[in-house]
């Protein structure tokens, strides 16, 4: 069997007009154009040509390589003799580490890497450049476009960044500002921070608050005081006082003592609410736009009196009714 093999093998190379077709590929593949045995042992294809990992013959058949990449000879002239070689094109090679010809140098010697020819070069951790970007280790960055810095950074101190889209700088990123198309804004943290953008105006100043919208403007002296006025809508708070109003609510408290609120309801009715103590004890009245009583709702603590719309008074613990009756008119 060996030697069926072998006879096999030796005909294949040697005699250059046997033509069959056998598919049993990885192990054996004749066809008019190749000859495969053992993938990927031995394989043959017009010029191209494997026995891997001997030899190889590429290059429509005039380069040759012999246990690639340690030795190639190009159309009978010694190309490569790894680790180093030389060529007549002045080039020098020391694989993997050093490529040097007379368009671009490469070298890759850990941790560092340069290509002379493309934009990457590094020797990390120290020092790395893509383009126009540079890291300089442990906390130095910058990009340059048509010469001008246009990002800079020293970690934690500086941030600068100036290009088309945006101007900026910080310090330790207590100190800065930034500016950009319909957008501007300064801080000095934690003291002061303003903010302009379309639609938007912010300032808070320490304790003062200040912010302005299309649609409302607020005033605020934390915690003391606060004032919002919209187009539709007001409020007004200092210290536990308050007011809201609105086209069809109101209310007005004293947190946690007293509250009182003021609505309009549908078919030209009104509800009025009246909390004491945060719920201790609550009133709630709905009347007509003649002022008559429709409707009345009375709690204390867990006790509730209650006159319904049908004329119906319930008296219930726990929401719970435990009486009812008919009022008479």
């Not at 050093?98 to 890497?113: K, L």
């Not at 130095?140 to 246009?150: F, P």
Request: with cysteine; aromatic share 20%.
């Amino acid at each position: 069997m060996k030697k069926s093999i072998l006879f096999l093998l030796l005909l294949i190379l040697f005699d250059q007009n046997l033509y069959a077709d056998f598919d049993a590929w990885p192990l054996l593949e004749i066809t008019d154009d190749s000859t495969t045995i053992c993938y990927p042992l031995y394989v043959k294809e017009k010029n191209f040509q494997m026995i891997f990992p001997i030899y190889f013959k590429t290059n429509e058949g005039k380069d040759y390589h012999f246990f690639w990449p340690l030795l190639k000879v190009s159309e009978n002239r010694l190309e490569r003799a790894l680790p180093f070689w030389y060529t007549e094109s002045e080039s020098f090679t020391l694989f993997p580490l050093i490529r040097q010809t007379p368009e671009y140098t490469f070298w890759s010697i850990p941790p560092m890497y340069f290509d002379k020819k493309g934009p990457f070069s590094a020797v990390i951790p120290f020092y790395i450049t893509n383009d126009n970007k540079r890291f300089i280790f442990p906390n130095i960055y910058y990009k340059k476009e048509n010469d001008n810095i246009t990002d800079f950074k020293l970690f934690p101190l500086v941030d600068y960044v100036n290009n088309k889209n945006v101007k900026s700088i910080n310090y330790c990123y207590l100190l800065g500002r930034k500016l950009k198309k319909n957008y501007s804004s300064k801080w000095f943290l934690p003291f002061y921070y303003s903010l302009k953008r379309k639609g938007m105006e912010t300032l808070w100043a320490f304790f003062y608050f200040y912010q302005k919208t299309t649609h409302q403007e607020s005033h605020e002296i934390v915690p003391i005081y606060q004032k919002t006025e919209g187009q539709w809508h007001k409020s007004f708070r200092l210290f536990t006082y308050y007011q809201q109003k609105e086209p069809a609510y109101e209310k007005t408290g004293l947190f946690p003592i007293y509250q009182f609120q003021h609505s309009q309801l549908s078919r030209n009715r009104t509800k009025s609410v009246i909390d004491l103590f945060w719920f201790i004890y609550r009133r709630e009245t709905i009347t007509s736009e003649s002022n008559q009583l429709l409707e009345r709702k009375r709690r204390f603590l867990i006790f509730s009196d209650e006159l319904q719309s049908d004329g119906k008074r319930q008296f219930k613990i726990l929401d719970k009714i435990v009486s009812e009756r008919v009022v008479d008119n």
